[in-house]
C-alpha cells in the first residue's frame, strides 16, 4: 500500500494524476494538493476569455503519448464548442477555455476510483511545508497534514516577478495591476486610459487582446527589454533534421546552422518555420549536450529570440494583433525600467531605450505586469519553495530556473543527493531539460513518472540528468 502525493492540480499535477490512477492498484493512494475547485484547468486553460486560442493546432495537445489523438477525438464529439466556420478539427486553433473544458472532461471521467484501482482524494488547499516526521509529512496553509510516501511538485509556473527596484510599496498602489490574469481588474480600466504593459510575450499578447474586446480606445505600450514579439504560426513543411546530437555542444555552431538552414529553405519558398520545428524533437538532447557555460551563453544571447521564434501564436490571434498595431492603437518599446514616480492620477514611467541615450519618459494612467512567468527560483514568494530551499530539502538548478533533478526527476538535495521520496515535474525543471513547458513534454513526463512512483523504492537516489551531473549522490 502506497500513498503519493502531488502538490499542483494544474495541467502537470493533473496529467500525472491521470497516469497514476491508471498505473497504480487497488489500496494505493493519490493524494491531489490544489486549492482551485477545478483541477486540470491551472492558470492557463481556465480563462473564459474567446480571444485567449491555443497557440498550437488541436493535433498537438493531447496530454497522452499513446493516444495522441485525444484532442481532437473529443473535438469531434463537441464540435459545437468550436467556432461554426471551423472547417479542419485536427488543424483548428481552439480557444483555450475549450481545452479547460476538455481537461475537465478528463479528470471526470478518469480520476474516479474503481476495483483494483488507487484510491483519489481531491485536497482543496495550500501546501506550506514538508517536514521529516519518520517520513514525509505535507503541512498545509490552514495547520492540516497530509503523510505520504512520495511527493511530487507540479506547482506549474511562477507568477510574474515584481518589477526589480520598486519591490515594497508598488503593490498598493492603485495604478498597478499585478495579475494580468485578473478580468475585474481589467474591467476596472477605462476604455480611455492610457495603458503600459510590462513584457512582450504571449502574457502581454493575451491582455491587449483582452483589452480590445472590452472596447478599449486608450493608447496601450508594451515595453520590454529586447522588444521582440512572439512571431506568428504559418503553414510548414517537413524539414529534413540536420542536427548532429554528437557533435552539437556549442551555441555559436548551433545559431550559424540554423541561420544556414533558413537561408536554404528561403531560397526553395519555405519558412523559416519549418526549421524551427524540425528543431523540437532534437530540443532536451541538444540542451542536455551543451556544456553548463554553454547553456549560460544560450540563456544570456539567445534565448529571448528563442522564445519569440519558438512559442508562436495562432494566425487568427496574430491577425487581430497585428491590427492593434497597423491601427496605432499599440506600440513596443525596447528598454527597461528604469524609475516609476507615482502620480495623482497614474505612474511616469522612466525607461532606458536598449539603443541610443537619454532616457523615456511615459505618462499612463495604468500599469499591467505582464512579464510573464518568474523562472528565478531563488526569488520565489511561495512559502513551500522557500522552506523546501532553506532547509535544503531541494537545491536550485545551476541556471536557477527551477529545482535541480535526477533523470529520474527525483529532487537532489543540497547535499547532493537524491533521497527518493521527492520529485518534480513539468515547468520547474526548466533549467534542467529547457523544453518542458509545453503538453508533449509534460505528458511524457507524466507517463514515465507514474510508472517509477509505485516501483520505486524508499530511499534509493539515481543517476542525474545531464545538466547536474555528479551532483546526486544515492543513499541507498
Not at 62 to 90: G, I, K, M
Not at 176 to 182: E, V
Not at 277 to 287: G, I, K
Not at 316 to 326: E, T, Y
Request: positive net charge; glycine residues 10%.
Amino acid at each position: 500500500m502506497t500513498t503519493i502525493a502531488i502538490i499542483g492540480g494544474g495541467f502537470s499535477g493533473a496529467i500525472l494524476a491521470l497516469n497514476l490512477m491508471a498505473e497504480g492498484g487497488s489500496g494505493d493512494r493519490v493524494i491531489l494538493i490544489e486549492k482551485r475547485e477545478a483541477v486540470g484547468v491551472g492558470q492557463a486553460y481556465s480563462t473564459n476569455e474567446p480571444t485567449h486560442l491555443l497557440n498550437i493546432p488541436a493535433s498537438g495537445m493531447s496530454p497522452f503519448t499513446s493516444q495522441p489523438n485525444a484532442f481532437v477525438e473529443f473535438l469531434a464529439e463537441h464540435r459545437d464548442l468550436l467556432p461554426p466556420d471551423t472547417q479542419s478539427v485536427a488543424a483548428c486553433y481552439a480557444p483555450r477555455a475549450v481545452y479547460g473544458r476538455f481537461l475537465s472532461h478528463l479528470v471526470e471521467t478518469r480520476l474516479k476510483p474503481g476495483k483494483g484501482r488507487p484510491e483519489l482524494t481531491h485536497v482543496r488547499g495550500t501546501a506550506t511545508d514538508i517536514i521529516d516526521d519518520r517520513g514525509d509529512v505535507i503541512v498545509l496553509e490552514d495547520g492540516r497534514s497530509f503523510r505520504a510516501d512520495r511527493i511530487v511538485l507540479a506547482t506549474g509556473n511562477l507568477p510574474p516577478r515584481t518589477p526589480a527596484g520598486v519591490e515594497g510599496w508598488i503593490d498598493d498602489e492603485a495604478f498597478y495591476l499585478k495579475d494580468p490574469w485578473s478580468l475585474a481588474s481589467l474591467d476596472s480600466i477605462a476604455p480611455d486610459q492610457a495603458v503600459l504593459l510590462l513584457g512582450a510575450g504571449l502574457t502581454m499578447i493575451d491582455v491587449a487582446l483582452s483589452l480590445g474586446a472590452r472596447g478599449h480606445r486608450g493608447e496601450i505600450i508594451a515595453v520590454s527589454r529586447h522588444g521582440l514579439l512572439p512571431r506568428t504560426q504559418e503553414p510548414a513543411t517537413e524539414w529534413e533534421p540536420f542536427i548532429d546530437l554528437s557533435d552539437a555542444r556549442s551555441v555559436r555552431r548551433l545559431v550559424r546552422q540554423v541561420r544556414s538552414q533558413i537561408a536554404k529553405a528561403r531560397a526553395e519558398g519555405q519558412g523559416w518555420q519549418s526549421v524551427l520545428n524540425s528543431l523540437r524533437p532534437f530540443a532536451q538532447a541538444l540542451w542536455l549536450g551543451f556544456p553548463a557555460e554553454e547553456q549560460a551563453r544560450f540563456i544570456r544571447h539567445v534565448r529571448p529570440w528563442w522564445d519569440a521564434h519558438r512559442h508562436r501564436i495562432a494566425p487568427a490571434i496574430g491577425a487581430k494583433f497585428g491590427a492593434l498595431i497597423a491601427t496605432g492603437r499599440l506600440r513596443t518599446v525596447a528598454g527597461r525600467l528604469k524609475r516609476l514616480s507615482p502620480l495623482a492620477d497614474g505612474v511616469d514611467v522612466e525607461i532606458k531605450p536598449r539603443s541610443g541615450a537619454g532616457t523615456i519618459h511615459l505618462r499612463v494612467d495604468k500599469l499591467i505586469n505582464c512579464s510573464g512567468p518568474n523562472y528565478d527560483f531563488a526569488a520565489s514568494d511561495e512559502t513551500l519553495l522557500k522552506r523546501l530551499i532553506d532547509k535544503g530539502r531541494i537545491r536550485l538548478d545551476r541556471h536557477r530556473l527551477g529545482v535541480a533533478v535526477t533523470n529520474r526527476l527525483a529532487t537532489i538535495d543540497r547535499d547532493g543527493v537524491a533521497p527518493g521520496d521527492l520529485y518534480a515535474i513539468g515547468p520547474m525543471l526548466r533549467g534542467q531539460y529547457w523544453e518542458t513547458n509545453a503538453v508533449p513534454e509534460i505528458a511524457a513526463q507524466a507517463e514515465a513518472l507514474a510508472q517509477r512512483l509505485w516501483r520505486a523504492p524508499q530511499g534509493v537516489g539515481a543517476t542525474p540528468a545531464g545538466g547536474d551531473a555528479g551532483l546526486a549522490k544515492s543513499r541507498a
